[in-house]
């Protein structure tokens, strides 16, 4: 049977327990993520000179990584290591990707698009699952429209500034993804679970 959920002012949500950091670690990934996701089309366009089909072929791999680790390697990752250290490490493999996507090597920016997958494939589903762990059953709606309103901003200002920022920096504008990634690694040992650390 279903709980009735009361409704909650974002003040409210706000002020439930590791609720701000978790928004705060929600916003900075999206960020960091759409600084690349607009940037790279026009850097391998013209930075490294690529052509449509090998834009989308390297969109294409990445999206199969992602699959596979949001599948069959989360599964197993899940069961050694916790939410916690699921979402540093996963963080700490994306910010160093988009160290890779500089390089005007192919083999170095395939290597970088397999430890985004990575990344982003156990980080971003441990993040969702304590965010709805974070709270009660009957807040759980609220508190993940909020956190889907987060990212829906952080997008909306990602693709907006990126495409401004990487006119002016070219293709640093990864370093600066790197740069917000890795905040989002040093806050997220502050992150609390409701599950029991297996290395702790």
């Not at 987060?150 to 990864?174: K, Q, T």
């Amino acid at each position: 049977m279903l709980e009735g959920a009361s409704d909650l002012t974002f003040r409210e949500i706000v002020g439930l327990p590791s609720i701000p950091l978790l928004l705060i670690l929600y916003f900075l990934v999206f960020l960091a993520f759409n600084f690349f996701y607009i940037s790279f089309p026009v850097h391998a366009a013209i930075g490294l000179d690529w052509s449509l089909s090998e834009v989308g072929l390297f969109f294409s791999v990445m999206g199969v990584l992602m699959v596979l680790v949001q599948g069959p390697v989360l599964k197993r990752m899940a069961v050694v290591w916790s939410e916690r250290t699921l979402i540093a490490g996963g963080s700490l493999a994306l910010a160093v990707s988009f160290l890779f996507f500089m390089s005007e090597d192919t083999t170095h920016i395939y290597a970088g698009t397999v430890l985004l997958a990575c990344g982003n494939g156990l980080m971003w589903p441990s993040l969702t699952a304590v965010i709805s762990k974070a709270t009660d059953p009957r807040h759980q709606g609220a508190v993940q429209g909020l956190a889907s309103s987060v990212g829906a901003v952080a997008s909306i200002v990602g693709l907006l500034a990126g495409g401004l920022l990487y006119g002016v920096l070219g293709s640093r504008v990864f370093v600066l993804s790197f740069a917000i990634t890795l905040l989002a690694v040093v806050m997220s040992f502050s992150v609390r679970t409701q599950e029991a650390d297996p290395l702790s």
